[in-house]
């Protein structure tokens, strides 16, 4: 692995920390182009899994202070989709690496054509608080794979979390390769300042923004990974009891607070009360039978901080005292940071609920009787950075996926699609730009070279003085 050792002043974050920590890794560009080759990245991605075993009962107990959560669900959440993406790059680096040959066109016989994927350089990963070590170390998998030196900011609102990276990353990486500068919204803006060669966020539509106004200053090619409202649709052929299952997963995991949990759920009224009640039961299966004593359940987190508890509290209560009706849970101790697992029914689209992205355990319920209604619904918002659809009808299923535009598509079963390593993880529109997991992400991390060497020569037919043969030849 190349060690291009970066002078590190204190541990205090500063202005001149990021710029000598950047200056160092822009340093090692041209010589990490040849030597950290195939050897040397497995090398890295080796140590960052053997970091994660070492260090997993640090990380359960840094999400556990952060946001209180369930020690199963960051297993299953945040190390093991990083130790997938590794196992997986690992596996499949030497084909990604190869440059891929491409067959001449009629024009250009004589040549030799193929892409060889290089490391973009040195980029910047800013990463949200809600999955704050898959989110940040995901990526991180594809940037190395890729040949890149990485600048990671983790989230400042999962403060324990973030400096659990921080010293990972530093007992495991030199500097000049992967350094952690630790900090908020000025931070990052600092960060954003400097002439990365590509940008990898992930976070709100808002914050994405400003992150492609900033990359636009430097040109920096960006991925971005952001969020909003991801709608369910149970249709008429549903089986609501498997529908509930995998709903109630995909809403109150994470007490809710997950970019591709489903926001808000569109049933048809034929199965709309069998719905509910088995949501209902699962909430009970799931978290407790009795509603008092589901705070105490072990396998549901907190809101991630006061001011969002509040917010949740402020959109259960705006909407009911407008008319909607709370069918289960409801309670919320913003000081305790508790959202009781909640269904809410007949919301109006002038509700906040019904605006902003929830990001928490509120899932309004919304029965309807025509389909066309749903979509074009769906068509008027921005573009869902996922859509659920359950029925055991596949071409209900089908025709859904075709009129709807979306991230990604879940038959049966939500947040599932989030682990398939073979398949692009992005948004489209609002939801985002670019795609990440496997292949995809270490592509997002390369450029692409066009390589073409003349092999024998046909090109002087090209040059002047352009010869009869040339002149009805450009005419074919
Ligand atoms: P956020 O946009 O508030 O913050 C994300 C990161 O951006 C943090 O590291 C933060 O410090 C930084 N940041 C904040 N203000 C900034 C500024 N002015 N300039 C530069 N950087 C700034 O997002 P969040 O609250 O951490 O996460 C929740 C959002 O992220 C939701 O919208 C959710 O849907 C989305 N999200 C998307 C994905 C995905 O993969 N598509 C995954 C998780 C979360």
């Not at 799931?286 to 589901?294: F, I, L, M, T, V």
């Not at 573009?383 to 009808?393: E, M, N, T």
């Not at 049966?412 to 989030?418: D, G, I, P, Q, V």
Request: net charge positive; glycine share 8%.
């Amino acid at each position: 692995m190349p060690t291009a050792d970066a002078p590190v002043a204190g541990t205090a974050v500063d202005g001149d920390r990021i710029a000598a920590l950047f200056a160092a890794q822009r340093q090692g560009v041209a010589v990490r182009r040849v030597s950290f080759d195939y050897a040397a990245r497995l090398v890295a991605l080796e140590r960052l899994r053997d970091a994660l075993v070492r260090r997993e009962a640090d990380i359960v107990a840094a999400l556990a202070a952060d946001f209180g959560k369930p020690a199963t669900e960051v297993l299953l959440t945040e190390i093991l989709p990083v130790r997938q993406e590794i196992a997986h790059a690992r596996r499949h680096l030497r084909r990604w690496m190869r440059p891929r040959r491409v067959r001449p066109t009629l024009g250009l016989i004589g040549t030799a054509a193929r892409v060889r994927p290089e490391p973009k350089g040195v980029c910047l990963i800013i990463a949200p608080w809600n999955y704050p070590l898959n989110l940040a170390l995901g990526p991180l998998v594809s940037a190395l794979a890729a040949g890149n030196a990485v600048m990671l900011k983790p989230s400042e609102l999962a403060p324990a979390t973030s400096t659990l990276i921080a010293s990972l990353i530093a007992e495991t990486f030199p500097p000049g390769l992967v350094a952690v500068v630790e900090g908020d919204a000025a931070v990052a803006e600092r960060l954003l300042a400097l002439p990365f060669d590509h940008i990898f966020f992930t976070g709100s539509p808002a914050v994405g923004r400003i992150v492609m106004a900033a990359a636009a200053r430097t040109l920096a090619s960006v991925t971005l990974e952001l969020g909003g409202k991801s709608p369910a649709i149970v249709g008429p052929g549903a089986d609501p009891r498997k529908a509930a299952r995998w709903i109630a997963w995909g809403k109150f995991a994470n007490a809710g607070q997950t970019c591709i949990a489903p926001d808000h759920v569109f049933v048809h009224r034929s199965v709309a009360d069998r719905l509910v009640a088995a949501l209902e039961a699962e909430i009970a299966r799931a978290y407790g039978a009795d509603p008092s004593a589901r705070r105490h359940s072990p396998d549901y987190a907190r809101i991630v901080s006061r001011r969002h508890a509040d917010r949740l509290h402020d959109l259960i209560e705006s909407a009911t005292a407008a008319g909607a009706q709370v069918l289960a849970g409801g309670e919320a101790d913003p000081v305790a940071r508790y959202v009781a697992p909640t269904l809410i029914a007949r919301t109006t689209l002038d509700m906040a609920v019904s605006q902003e992205e929830i990001f928490g355990p509120v899932l309004p319920v919304i029965a309807y009787d025509d389909l066309d209604q749903v979509i074009a619904r769906i068509d008027a918002g921005p573009k869902p950075l996922a859509l659920y659809v359950f029925d055991r009808s596949r071409s209900f299923a089908e025709a859904i996926t075709a009129r709807t535009s979306s991230g990604a598509v879940g038959i049966n079963l939500t947040l599932a699609h989030f682990l398939h390593v073979g398949l692009p993880f992005g948004g489209i529109g609002q939801s985002g730009i670019g795609a990440a997991h496997g292949e995809h992400g270490f592509r997002a991390f390369s450029h692409e070279k066009a390589i073409l060497r003349d092999r024998f020569s046909v090109t002087p037919l090209l040059f002047p003085p352009y010869t009869p043969l040339v002149q009805r030849l450009v005419r074919l």
